[in-house]
């Protein structure tokens, strides 16, 4: 920045300035007077006490509000400060600050959240994903059903997106048999299978296939109870099973009014548990809004953890509605199905997606009942939760996902300038993820 920049209004540099300028001059001056004049009486002494006290809490304030300032130039880019990324690269593992990096905990399930998860991975190692396990449907529900096991699927798709494997072995693993009696199974399903076989418990299993696949962060079944989703759809009929809500509400001819877990009091992992108390963000979804997302704030203090915690709590909206679920929802219909089942201030802000996709695309997807998820600005503020845009749309054959590096870096510009900003002992985090993200942005 040039020097008459400096003065221009706005810059929220200035006032930190002449508050710390005030500060000096009120100890200076409490310090000339009391030691001029120590013949004065308590009342005086006392004075010029409160005087040099009070300076020093306003000296305090002006340097500490002050550095925030400036480092929320250096992020927006107003000072240039360059880093050097090879010495940073070295400092970061040297030091080990991927590590201690933000806490980020993901609430969810399907592919929406391995999705997310691939761009995050690359700002922090510090990440705990939270999966549903009410999956009974494809190959997991086999697995389930034949085995007794909990569903493999959307924890192993977590694994691998987490995962820092040869594309082989990821390609092995997402592979899946075509005939026979193993066919539409995958094979990473029957690797997590065969863990849990050598393992005293699932969430062992899930530990030792993380450890076999250097996993960045961890990932943890919500519960270890066998559970069972259920939906009541608004005509009063229940539904039972994750894979059967969708076409029931077709065959009614009726939404889904709530769903629920049986049994109800199913126990979280306390590990999970633990990562909500501890996190510096909440993140919810992406994915199926009754069928991912909802579940896990189902079973018992998953949704009063996530009220409790201290941590920003964000929802991230799907892109497009998914048929037999979220049928001409908004996002503002997302929030409040999620408020219905988990409670009030389980959101602080929404992701939500303005980007387009191209005609032939939107005609294809209308053909097969969605489109892509708007926004009603007001009921959505109305509910006291900020909205955050952007474009995020990607297109992989033929499918419309989120842009996993898009996405990320909206998350962690957003922890940072909502958390770490505010938190000293994380300033060298901060630094280190708004230099990521300037080296991203200029891919």
Known sequence: MKSMDWLKPGIRVKRWILLGALGVLMIAFGLVEWVQHKLYSIYYISFYV??????TFVLYLAVNQGMR????LINKGYINVSLDSRKLENLIYEKRLLVKGPKIVVI????????MLRGLKHYTSNITAVVTV??????????R???????PGDIRNCILALADTEPLMEQLLQYRFKSGRLENQSFGNLFLAAMDGISSNFEEAVQKMSSVLAVTGKVLPVTLDNVILKAKLKNGVIVEGESKIPDSVYENKSPIDRVFLEPGNARPLREAVQAIKEADAIILGPGSLY????????????????????????YVANVMT???ETDDFGVEDHIKAIIKHGGAEIIDYVVVNVGR??????????EEHSKLVTIDEKEVEAMNVKIIEGDFVSTKNGLVRHDPEKLAAILIETIMDKKLLFDRKKIIEYFYLSERLKESRGK
């Not at 969810?108 to 999705?115: A, D, I, M, N, Y």
């Not at 999956?135 to 997991?140: E, L, T």
């Open 357 to 366: 996709i191209s005609k032939q695309l939107e005609e294809r997807y209308l």
């Open 50 to 55: 409160f005087l040099i006290a009070a300076g």
């Open 134 to 143: 009410a999956d009974d449907g494809g190959g997991s529900g086999d697995l």
């Open 69 to 72: 300032s400036f480092i929320f």
């Open 291 to 314: 069928t991912s997302v909802i579940p896990n704030l189902l079973v018992e203090d998953i949704a009063k953890a996530v009220q409790k915690t201290k941590a920003v709590k964000i």
């Open 322 to 324: 998914q048929p037999g």
């Open 145 to 151: 059903q034949d085995l007794g096991i909990l569903p």
């Open 108 to 115: 969810g399930g399907g592919t929406g959240l391995s999705t």
